[in-house]
């Protein structure tokens, strides 16, 4: 029977967690995890304790790279791999709880400010790029010298990008070199003008020129890759940049350029249409994807109070990484939002796929704030700090009297006219979720409610007082496929 319907039981002990990826060769250390400037950085700080997260492709090396960096500095290195959320962010919770005084973040990386202040240093990597190769794409892909373009690139492809553009500035006059936006030195004085910060990358800007102007040749991926959507980072830009400007990728290693137009059209137009099923939505699932990000609490609350604004039912899940089986046991749930650094927002699905759509917090507030967008914004949003007060881009809800919220709207996937939300300020006291019964109780009116009442199996009901009292007796044995009483049929 069980290799009839299921795997055997022994399947799940044989099962191997999965590969921590190639070693790099003992020689190699020093340059690949720059361990030189990491043991100044360590040494610089005085730190004794000091927390390695690495990701899981680079946990192969994780014991190595501590061994050199406590030979080097004297401090106590504490390897942090299982996060909880992201290999991406920063994991200061897992440093606090080692007691670590510092942390160095190994491999590609968010560069989303922590939640509580921590001194941090970033190793990229250093990928080799192919710079001759590289140049001739781009003088392909650009044929006018004199439009402008700016240079993007993966983050372990960073430290060539201007190499690169000394090959092209004798030719090309409006060329901009980006970089990663990594956290200044303590002590260090701001530049001066200040760079424009955007998609985890500094882009020196002159004087009265905007990043809507320009171009995007990015350097980064491989041919290797089946899906390019699966690339978290590149889809970022793709859905942040001006829709009317070029924008190219080219591989580092063999300077093969391809042409992202329609890629960027195809993730705007999913984009869209989680807009719409957010609007559709009655019940909000809200998913806690981070808690090391500055300002997850002030997003949250956001969320929340979007929701609430446009007529719909919220519900705050932590649950960890989402995965299709996680979600499933919620299915009164409509559309799930992750609030997550950018990186993990935009993260490639699992292959099974998702019961119900995971939205980015900007679709929910499309969907929610009838002002959205604000007037002249060209691009996506990816991070939810981008929609929060202070920043430029933030847009407040309307009035309960504004007539935005009475505009008729239409869903583009049922065809359907949709009722304007009854939106009531939170300290109005007739707003209420409490709902008389004809025995003049009063219980609590809940989609989450209603549905487990339609259904026919409950749960457990303690049932108590309600059933003998009898002696205890022994059970059946084994696993759920094969228990001892059943033999081998």
Known sequence: MESTFSSPAEAALQREA???????????????????????????????????????????????VAARLEEATGSKMFILGDTAYGSCCVDVLGAEQAGAQALV???????????????????????????????????AQNPDPTAPVVLLSEPSCAHALEALATLLRPRYLDLLVSSPALPLPA??????????????????????????????????????????????????????????????????????????????????ARRRYLVERARDARVVGLLAGTLGVARHREALAHLRNLTQA???RSYVLALGRPTPAKLANFPEVDVFVLLACPLGT?????????????????????????AWPPPGLAPHLTHYVDLLPGSPFH????????????????????????PPPAWK???????????????????????????????????????????PVTG??????????????????
């Open 18 to 64: 999965g590969s921590a990826g190639l070693r790099t060769p003992l020689g190699d250390l020093d340059r690949v995890y720059e361990l030189e400037r990491v043991a100044g950085f360590v040494r610089d700080l005085g730190c004794q304790r000091v927390a390695l997260q690495f990701p899981d492709q680079l946990l192969g090396d994780a014991g190595a």
């Open 105 to 139: 973040h190994f491999g590609p990386a968010c560069l989303s400010p922590p939640a509580r202040p921590l001194p941090v240093a970033f190793v990229l990597g250093q990928r080799s790029v192919a710079l001759e190769l590289c140049a001739k794409a781009f003088e």
């Open 187 to 268: 002590g260090s004085l701001n530049p001066n003008p200040e760079p424009l910060e955007r998609f985890g990358r500094r882009f020196p800007l002159a004087p009265g020129r905007c990043l809507e102007e320009y171009g995007a040749f990015y350097v980064g991926g491989s041919e290797a890759i089946s899906d390019p959507d699966l690339d978290p980072d590149l889809s970022r830009l793709l859905l942040g940049w001006a829709p009317g400007r070029p924008f190219s990728s080219c591989c580092p290693d063999t300077g093969q350029t391809q042409d992202e137009g329609v890629r960027a059209g195809r993730l705007r």
């Open 310 to 312: 446009a007529g719909k």
């Open 346 to 370: 935009l993260a490639p699905q699992p292959s099974g796929g998702f019961f119900r759509p995971v939205l980015a917090p900007c679709e929910l507030e499309a969907a929610c704030n009838p």
């Open 395 to 418: 847009v407040p809800l309307p009035p309960p009297d504004s007539e935005l919220w009475d505009a008729p709207d239409v869903s583009l996937i049922t065809g359907d006219l949709r």
């Open 425 to 467: 300020p939170s300290d109005d006291p007739e707003c209420s979720a409490l709902t008389p019964k004809p025995q003049l109780e009063l219980a609590e009116s809940s989609p989450a409610a209603s549905f487990l009442s339609s259904r026919s199996w409950k749960g457990l009901q303690p049932r108590l007082g309600q059933t």
């Open 472 to 489: 205890a007796v022994s059970g059946r044995r084994g696993i759920a496929i094969a228990y001892e009483d059943e033999g081998n049929s």
